[in-house]
């Protein structure tokens, strides 16, 4: 998954381009942290996550500042968090993560994806088994003892770890996530991003040309300040 990972990651920075999209992205991840738990992290844990996912963005502290500040105010959007489920070209199942403040828009572009690219949107729950949701947590090894930190690991209920070019990921159900942020946290050890992915339990073999087709309605996907995250069925 380690693998899985970094790849999904540099696509995704790729495919961004301009990184106000991507602190777009984040700013709207912490306004909702905000929205859930308020403004301080040191007693909002959902808050202290994407912050330290916009350092590995590389967002500046004073937009993290400024979207704290915007979330706190009584002017503050109302954003929703929505699933999107359907199928693009080629059978390939997927699943669309956004976070909007005008729900009609982002269906409505959300389909446009999906047909445009001669694919479907589906209801809720058409595709969704086809995936296992995990959380996910990736930190430097550094001089960590990796035998003695994986029985805390797993008291804490990491289902996976795999250690790849001096980071270790930890991955957990999707019911344990919280707890191994806690635990992380107590084992002072600074996570460098955490998040929870979807991962499909199988995948399709593509031929270039039709991995393309894919890459194009990821594309569109990614292109829209309303989607967070994107997961699919392609190997």
């Known amino acids: 998954m380690g693998r899985a990972f970094e790849y999904r ?5 790729k495919r961004w381009g301009q990184m106000a999209k991507v602190f777009t992205k ?12 308020g403004p301080d992290p040191e007693s909002n ?13 590389n967002m500046p502290k004073k937009n993290v500042d400024a979207a704290i500040q915007r979330a706190s105010s009584k002017d503050a959007e109302n954003l929703e968090e929505i699933v999107y489920e359907g199928y693009g070209p080629h059978g390939i199942p997927f699943i669309v993560e ?15 994806y999906f047909s445009k690219e001669k694919g479907s949107l589906g209801t809720s729950g058409s595709v969704s088994f086809m995936f296992d949701r995990k959380g996910e947590f990736i930190f430097e090894k550094g001089d960590l003892d990796i035998e003695e930190l994986e029985l805390e690991l797993i008291d804490a209920g990491a289902d996976e770890i795999e250690t790849l070019d001096n980071k270790i990921y930890v991955y957990t159900t999707y019911e344990d996530f919280g ?4 635990a992380l946290e107590s084992l ?8 929870l992915q979807r991962f499909p339990q199988v995948t399709k073999e593509l031929s270039e040309t039709e991995r393309q087709d894919i890459e194009q309605l990821i594309e569109r996907f990614e292109d829209d300040e309303d989607v967070q995250k994107v997961f699919h069925g392609m190997a």
Request: charged content about 25%; some cysteine; hydrophobic content about 40%.
């Open 9 to 13: 990651k540099a696509r995704k920075m």
């Open 98 to 112: 956004c976070l909007t403040n005008n729900t009609t828009r982002t269906v409505a572009n959300v389909r446009f």
């Open 45 to 57: 844990p959902k808050l202290r996550i994407a912050i330290q996912n916009s350092k590995v963005a």
């Open 179 to 182: 707890t191994m942020q806690a």
């Open 26 to 37: 984040i700013g709207r991840e912490i306004a909702l942290a905000v929205k859930e738990g």
């Open 188 to 195: 002072n050890i600074e996570v460098q991003e955490a998040s």
